[in-house]
């Protein structure tokens, strides 16, 4: 079993819906939670960082930990076909950097 | 633009060669991190340096390793290449090391092709 579970998609929704976005985790030592967003043929970008549980706002996009239930979540609002790319969840715990990644979901947003 | 420099875009090579990455941090940053992506497997940790020190250590096969100049741009050198060894590296950097949350800039990525 991964420590990260995050479902492929792709997920296909019409420009200014709602999307969400999950990622299950195994490891309870994880207490910083990142949503990277990454443009085709392109180096992942920070979208949002949590730390521990609670919700994050920022914009259009919404980031909630639940560390009872080891998931964590992305919402986007009013998507834009702009938001068409693949959203990876990342974990890590207190005494490393290293990054725990999902295998990343691709998302589409048509017009 | 994250800051993160990497050389080359794309590499094409045959295997049982051996190849070389190159990775610039952005300014400032002390610590560079080397991630592989590849379809099956995703983004995977291979190993971080720290102001030219080795600071922690993922699933990086024997055959790759790497280094931390002095002037804090890194290298990963791939030897013995595989079919397998076909993926995207990415280099990251961020200010410091754990005690905290460090953000990682990512780079640009090599893309390797082993045929």
């Known amino acids: 079993q991964k420590e990260v579970e995050q479902d492929p998609g792709p997920l296909s929704v019409p420009e200014g819906a709602i999307v969400s976005l999950n990622c299950t985790y195994s490891?309870?030592?994880?207490?910083?939670f990142m949503w990277y967003r990454q443009y085709s043929r392109k180096g992942p970008e920070l979208l949002m960082y949590?730390?521990?549980?609670g919700n994050k706002e920022d914009g259009r996009f919404t980031a909630q930990v639940d560390k009872s239930s080891k998931y964590i979540s992305l919402f986007i609002r009013d998507s834009q076909p702009s938001d068409s790319a693949t959203y990876l969840c990342?974990?890590?715990?207190?005494?490393?950097?290293?990054?725990?990644f999902g295998t990343g979901t691709r998302l589409q947003v048509f017009p | 633009d994250s800051g993160v420099t990497q050389t080359p875009k794309h590499l094409i090579t045959a295997t049982g060669q051996r190849v070389t990455l190159r990775c610039s941090p952005r300014?400032?940053?002390?610590?560079v991190y080397w991630y592989q992506q590849s379809l099956d497997q995703g983004l995977q940790f291979l190993i971080q340096?720290?102001?030219?020190?080795?600071?922690a250590k993922g699933n990086i096969l024997e055959r790759f390793s790497a280094q931390q100049f002095p002037d804090l741009h890194s290298e990963l050198n791939l030897s013995s290449l595989e079919l397998g060894d076909s993926a995207l590296y990415f280099c990251?950097?961020?200010?410091?090391?754990?005690?905290?949350?460090?953000?990682?800039?990512f780079g640009p990525g090599t893309r390797l092709t082993v045929l």
């Open positions: 990251a950097s961020s200010v410091g090391v754990a005690g905290g949350y460090n953000e990682q800039f």
């Open positions: 490891n309870s030592a994880f207490q910083y």
């Open positions: 949590t730390y521990s549980s």
């Open positions: 990342a974990m890590s715990s207190y005494n490393t950097d290293k990054l725990i």
């Open positions: 300014s400032g940053d002390l610590s």
């Open positions: 340096y720290y102001n030219g020190e080795e600071r």
